[in-house]
């Protein structure tokens, strides 16, 4: 007993984990989401990936302690409802939770694929040994998990710990996808690296991720430019780092974290990006609040969310 299944559901693949009580994957495998199949064709994929997983580790349903489920998107986890998710269309409404257990009787959860990341790293990656500590991801968007004396924090309608949306101007500012302008997101994430890039080059600067860009700049072309020295590059990632650290020290301001982890495939950066984060929590955050914070990178990288997931069942 204690084996669970994790699956983190995103805009291309779906992952699905059997993971072990102390946070090892047995079992993974990995199936893609054809969103444009209409979500029925998802569940249907997601129900014979299951059944595989049970079939190869030669498990009966009952012996699964329970299943979790991380989507990217707006969640009512105590009715097991993806509400909304933005990156995979035709998920409106999809009462997930009672679809899988009425399919294998196994106990379901479904929560924020953020979150779900958090309670990995919680409880087997950087967050190990937290009480409070704040995971986020910079990726596409920047999103977090919050745990607040070892428990998520998911608000009065699930929706806490839209870091992205943290706004840095009064007025103005760069137009963001949740309508308003002004937010972190829109200022740094992996877009507004390309934008930034791409700005660079129209005002005539010759850059290394000029000649690596094939043809498109990506975030991870201006972060080989950056990590060879290319001096543009490396501006791109300090604003970015500097506009991040901004976030984050209301972030520790005004919960006075012990620990911020930061995950993602724009984190994947390194110190490029880790650097202006700290240099920017150390000048502006309160000093009690900032002496008590470490910044750290993420443990998991993509096995978070499933480990997450797979946990929901006992720590939702
Ligand atoms: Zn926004």
């Not at 299951?50 to 986890?77: A, H, N, S, W, Y």
């Not at 979150?115 to 920047?142: K, S």
């Not at 699930?158 to 840095?168: S, T």
């Not at 930061?262 to 929590?281: Q, W």
């Amino acid at each position: 007993m204690g084996q669970r299944i994790g699956i983190d559901v995103g805009g291309t693949n779906v992952k699905i984990a059997l993971v072990s009580d102390r946070g090892k994957i047995i079992y993974s495998n990995s199936i893609p989401t054809r969103a444009e199949m209409g979500y029925e064709h998802t569940i249907n994929s997601m129900k014979d990936a299951v059944r595989d997983l049970l079939k190869e580790t030669k498990l009966e349903p009952k012996q699964i302690e329970g299943m979790g489920f991380g989507f990217p998107g707006q969640i009512d986890c105590q009715k097991g409802v993806v509400r909304l998710a933005p990156n995979i269309p035709g998920w409106v409404n999809v009462p997930i939770a009672e679809i899988m257990e009425k399919e294998f009787g196994i106990p379901t959860r479904v929560d924020n694929d953020v979150r779900t990341a958090a309670l990995g790293e919680l409880n087997y990656g950087a967050g190990v040994g937290c009480q409070n500590m704040v995971c986020i991801t910079v990726g596409t968007g920047i999103g977090s998990g919050i745990v607040i004396n070892g428990k998520l924090v998911r608000g009065a309608s699930n929706a806490a710990g839209e870091l992205g949306h943290i706004k840095l101007t009064m007025d103005g500012g760069p137009l963001c996808g949740c309508g308003d302008r002004g937010c972190l997101e829109a200022y740094a994430s992996g877009p507004s690296i390309v934008a930034l890039a791409e700005e660079y080059i129209k005002g005539g600067k010759s850059t290394k991720y000029r000649e690596l860009a094939n043809p498109e700049i990506t975030p991870y072309i201006v972060a080989v430019a950056a990590k060879e020295g290319d001096p543009v590059a490396r501006q791109i990632f300090k604003i970015m780092g500097e506009y991040i650290g901004m976030g984050l020290v209301n972030v520790v301001n005004l919960l006075n974290p012990e620990k911020i982890i930061i995950g993602g495939g724009v984190a994947d950066a390194g110190d490029i990006l880790f650097n202006p984060i700290k240099g920017t929590i150390q000048r502006r955050a309160m000093t009690i609040q900032k002496e008590a914070v470490e910044i750290v990178p993420a443990q998991l990288g993509n096995t978070a969310g499933v480990i997450g997931a797979s946990l929901l069942i006992t720590q939702g």
